[in-house]
Nanobody
Framework: QVHLVESGGGLVQAGESLRLSCAASGRIFSGTVMGWWRQAPGKQRELVAT???????NYRDSVKGRFTISRDNAKNTVWLQMNSLKPEDTAVYYCKLESGVITYWGKGTQVTVSS
């Protein structure tokens, strides 16, 4: 079993920054994909960014140039640096780990951006 614990959410004003962290514990195999998804009220959960164990990254268009995903494979930790935050970034942010055909989710952390 794998457990994911997110931290770093909060309330900020537009233009400010936040850094989210996600620590994974348990039996984790190599070659995982870790990432961040978000879900705003009344909307579907959407991909924000992913990073493979080799370092390849993928971002949704609306966060490119503002968000940066990174990871430490030895610590099984992934971060999401969010700069120039906008009110439309307000959502619950979830950490996701994919190991082969198995997917694990964290419980989420709230990010609220006021205008």
């Amino acid at each position: 079993q794998v457990h994911l614990v997110e931290s770093g959410g909060g309330l900020v004003q537009a233009g400010e920054s936040l850094r989210l962290s996600c620590a994974a514990s348990g039996r984790i195999f190599s070659g995982t994909v870790m990432g961040w998804w978000r879900q705003a009220p009344g909307k579907q959960r959407e991909l924000v960014a992913t990073i493979r164990s080799g370092g390849n990254t993928n971002y949704r268009d609306s966060v490119k140039g503002r968000f940066t995903i990174s990871r430490d494979n030895a610590k099984n930790t992934v971060w999401l640096q969010m700069n120039s935050l906008k009110p439309e970034d307000t959502a619950v942010y979830y950490c996701k780990l994919e190991s082969g055909v198995i997917t694990y989710w964290g419980k989420g952390t709230q990010v609220t951006v006021s205008s």
